[in-house]
């Protein structure tokens, strides 16, 4: 179908593209994938005719149309509405100068987010992110015969990401998709098309497919490099030792030559380097993290009208450990929320933060704190003075801030590199309770997996929002879903809520109960997020060693739990060692009413240790028999 041949272009002094040769065939899936920088977007701007390349040339067939989806656009539909813009057809008028039929883009629309209220209302009066969700609309109502999508998820919701994976896979056409949405890649594309060194290499297959694969090079390239480097050692070795004996001087020479026509097998590109982060260990925190109760939140719009977010919400809870994902439609309120659990937005209703609790906060516009005018390092040590050059630039490099990388001005630095930098920060800050908005925006695969293991790693508790549903399903052992005013909880990860929502969705049944007085319907959905409430109360207020319904727990809750539990033993065992001194003092022997009580005491320590262990062995031998 289209046709690239011996693309040669540079950015900024460097190469992106070195005789680049790629077809993309027909009905195929393609996802393209590289590290921030390889110049994805430019191929795609060059493939629509958008920017000349410095040498070589694109083939596309005239008949053939191409919906293209920039990351940036400037959407020029004046004064049209949602509805009208997304029925515009192209750019001239349409492909067929008519309007797409109403109940067609209707039905993309809704797909993609919108409510039937806001189809009237003018596209110039909506944010960046909901113009960008039209002209996605507009192009697949379209249906082009391919579609070219740079990174189209960054401005949907979850909801409506899963939509548009629906969509695109039983589209008809052929896909070219820049996307670093790992369960998007794995379940919509059938090639991967890498963009790495100037050059693509196709992989048939998911991204799951195409990392296995990646792995499976890797290691070759890194068997042959060891295998090529023992032979030169080899033959280094024989022309030291026989260099100045004259009956070895023949094969000497040999070896030589030899040597001259080795060429080093080249490195691992830096992508493939195996980074790790530590956390500074921050302090530990008390059981509530914080807690949030009959809270509402409103907002006067610029008519005057009120913009309800929240209105009478019950009481939220943060436990220590507890990694939680704040989830839901655009528009609903996630950003609100986690602004006013981090303390920068008010509303109407009771909070506060627990004992020992110091909260980071990464905002969605965290980048616009850095200073532009400060190169990489200078911003870093400035926040940290107290880390040794040799401290900064490893956890620098564990951000993959190379030695290069350290010295660029903020102000020239990609997006990505921004939301590196900005995370990196907040993650070292020693706060025991982060809450992070969009974390994973603008990170490629390298930087959320970065991201991910430090995360994974931390100690402490966090809130976050995320659009990656790999990143959060890999994270999260609870989800807030905030949806019509209102916060459900659900315990596990966003896969097992996803399930249940689905299920729920399906199986819907309505029951009646009778409370006050006053007749009540509640759904079976309800029912359960009660049900699974009463349980995650009741484990934290009793501990898992006085439920007698534990084994109801999560894999992650009994883990959790048993941590806990290995905490109180260690302190009951401490507390045991102390009392048993106690008791062997003569001064307490002295003291016969004293010496009474303390038997007592330790009679019931002795008790209450030795159920712990009990539950402990219980909870261990459960959890390996169901979980391992």
């Known amino acids: 179908m289209i046709s690239l041949s011996g693309i040669c272009h540079s950015f900024l002094g460097k190469n992106l593209f070195l005789d680049l040769e790629w077809g993309i065939k027909k009905g195929r899936k393609y996802g393209l994938v ?27 067939p005239g008949a053939l149309t191409v919906g293209y989806l920039p990351q940036i656009m400037d959407l020029g539909t004046g004064d ?13 008028g349409g492909e067929d100068g008519s309007e797409k039929p109403v109940h067609e883009a209707e039905k993309i629309l809704f797909g993609l987010g919108f409510t039937g209220e806001q189809l009237p209302h003018k596209v110039s009066s909506l944010s960046g992110g909901w113009k960008m969700r039209v002209e996605l609309a507009r192009i697949l109502l379209l249906e082009p015969q391919i579609l070219l ?74 068997a042959t490099a060891k295998n090529q480097e023992r032979k030169l050692r080899a033959q280094r070795r024989f022309i030291e030792r026989f260099r100045y004996k004259a009956s070895k001087a023949r094969q000497v020479q040999s070896r030589i030559k030899m040597l001259e026509k080795m060429e080093p097998e080249a490195p691992l590109p830096e992508t493939r380097r195996t980074l790790e982060f530590d956390f500074p260990v921050p302090e530990r925190a008390g059981r509530v993290v914080y807690e949030i109760s009959n809270f509402s939140k409103e907002y006067k719009t610029s008519a005057g009208t009120r913009n309800i977010v929240f209105q ?24 609100t929320l986690c602004k006013m659990v981090a303390g920068v937005e008010n509303f109407s209703g009771k909070s506060r933060l627990g004992h020992n609790v110091t909260l980071g906060y990464y905002a969605q516009n965290q980048d616009e704190m850095l200073n532009p005018k400060n190169t990489v390092y200078e911003e870093f040590i400035g926040a940290y003075p107290l880390f040794s050059q040799t401290e900064a630039r490893t956890l620098l490099g564990s951000f993959l801030f190379g030695a290069s990388d350290i010295t660029k001005k903020v102000s020239v630095l990609s997006g990505g590199e921004k939301s590196r ?22 990170l490629d695969m390298a930087s959320r997996e970065v991201l991910l293991r430090a995360l994974e790693e931390y100690s402490g508790t966090f ?6 549903r790999y990143f959060i399903d890999s994270l999260v052992e609870r989800i807030w879903y905030v949806e019509g005013g209102g916060v459900e909880t659900f315990i596990g990860n966003y896969s097992e809520f996803l399930e249940r929502k689905t299920r729920d969705s399906d199986n819907e049944q309505v029951f009646t109960e009778v409370q006050d007085d006053e007749p009540k319907k509640k759904t079976v959905k309800a029912l359960e997020a009660e049900r699974r409430n009463r349980l995650y109360r009741e484990l934290q207020e009793k501990g898992i060693e ?14 959790n739990a048993l941590s806990d539990l290995e905490s109180r033993i260690s302190e009951c065992e401490t507390e045991k060692e102390e009392m048993e001194k106690l008791l062997a003092s003569p ?37 390996r028999k169901n979980f391992s």
């Open 149 to 222: 999508l740079d990174e189209p998820t960054n401005h949907l919701d979850i909801k409506s990401i899963e939509w548009l994976e629906g969509y695109l896979g039983s589209y008809r056409g052929t896909v070219v998709l820049v996307s670093h949405d790992k369960y998007l890649l794995d379940r919509m594309v059938d090639t991967i098309a890498e963009l790495e060194g100037g050059a693509i290499r196709e992989f048939r297959g998911d991204y799951s497919s195409y990392l296995e694969r990646k792995e499976q090079i890797a290691a070759v390239a890194e």
């Open 421 to 442: 930098l900005s995370l990196l920060k907040i993650l070292v800050s020693r706060s025991n309770f982060l809450v992070l908005d969009e974390p994973t925006n603008h």
């Open 546 to 559: 006085n439920m007698e319904n534990w084994t109801l727990l999560s894999k992650r809750q009994m883990e």
């Open 587 to 623: 001064q307490t022997l002295a003291q016969d009413a004293d010496w009474e009580e303390k038997t007592r005491q330790f009679g019931e320590l002795e008790a209450r240790l030795s159920a712990l262990y009990g539950r402990w062995d219980e909870v261990n031998e459960y959890m």
């Open 34 to 60: 590289g590290p921030n920088g390889s110049g994805k977007t430019t191929l795609l701007e060059i493939v629509m005719g958008l920017m000349e390349p410095e040498k070589g040339g694109v083939s596309v």
């Open 80 to 92: 049209l509405t949602v509805l009208s813009a997304a029925r515009a057809g192209d750019s001239d």
């Open 312 to 335: 009478d919400c019950p009481a939220l809870r943060v436990e220590r450990g507890d990694r939680i994902a704040v989830t839901g439609r655009n528009g609903e309120g996630k950003t």
């Open 463 to 468: 809130l976050l929002i995320s659009h990656d």
